[in-house]
C-alpha cells in the first residue's frame, strides 16, 4: 500500500468505527481516486472544496428562507428578543471562530490528523457528534494561541 494511502485507509475505517458517514465518504474517495490515478485533480479539491461545501452548507440553512418556513417577521420578532441578540452574537463568534480555523487549515494542514483523532474520540466515548473540521480548527487556534503565548 503506497505511503498516502495507509492514512487515509485508517481514517477511513475510523470514520467506520465511529459512524462518521461524511469523514468515511471523503477518505473512500480520496483512495478510490488513488487507485483510478486520479491525483491530478487534488490540487483542484484543495483549493476548492472548502468553498464548495461552505456553498452546500448555506445552501442547506437558507432553503427555510425560500419555502417560506421562515420569514422576516419571525427573524425580526426573534432579534428583539434577548434570546435573539445572544444568538446572534453566537453566530458572530462562529463566524470568527471559523475564519481562524480556515487559517489555520490553509497555514498549517498537518494538524487535521490531531483534529480528526479529536473528533473521533469525543463522538466515540463522550457522546459528541460529528461536525466540521473548520470549527474544531478555530478553536484549536484559540487554544494554539493561549499555548503559545505561555510556552
Do not use: W
Amino acid at each position: 500500500m503506497p505511503t498516502g494511502q495507509l492514512p487515509l485507509f485508517f481514517i477511513f475505517l475510523l470514520g467506520m468505527a465511529s459512524r462518521n458517514n461524511i469523514l468515511t465518504a471523503a477518505a473512500g474517495i480520496l483512495l478510490v481516486m488513488q487507485v483510478m490515478a486520479l491525483e491530478r485533480f487534488y490540487s483542484l479539491l484543495e483549493n476548492r472544496a472548502i468553498d464548495l461545501g461552505l456553498l452546500f452548507l448555506t445552501l442547506a440553512i437558507l432553503v427555510p428562507f425560500a419555502t417560506g418556513k421562515i420569514t422576516l417577521r419571525h427573524i425580526v420578532l426573534f432579534l428583539c428578543s434577548p434570546a435573539g441578540l445572544i444568538t446572534a452574537v453566537g453566530g458572530a463568534l462562529a463566524a470568527l471562530l471559523n475564519a481562524r480555523g480556515v487559517l489555520l487549515l490553509t497555514r498549517e494542514p498537518h494538524v487535521i490528523g490531531a483534529i480528526i483523532l479529536g473528533a473521533l474520540i469525543s463522538i466515540t466515548f463522550l457522546g459528541g457528534i460529528p461536525v466540521g473540521p473548520v470549527m474544531a480548527a478555530g478553536i484549536a487556534s484559540v487554544l494554539l494561541q493561549v499555548f503559545r503565548s505561555f510556552f
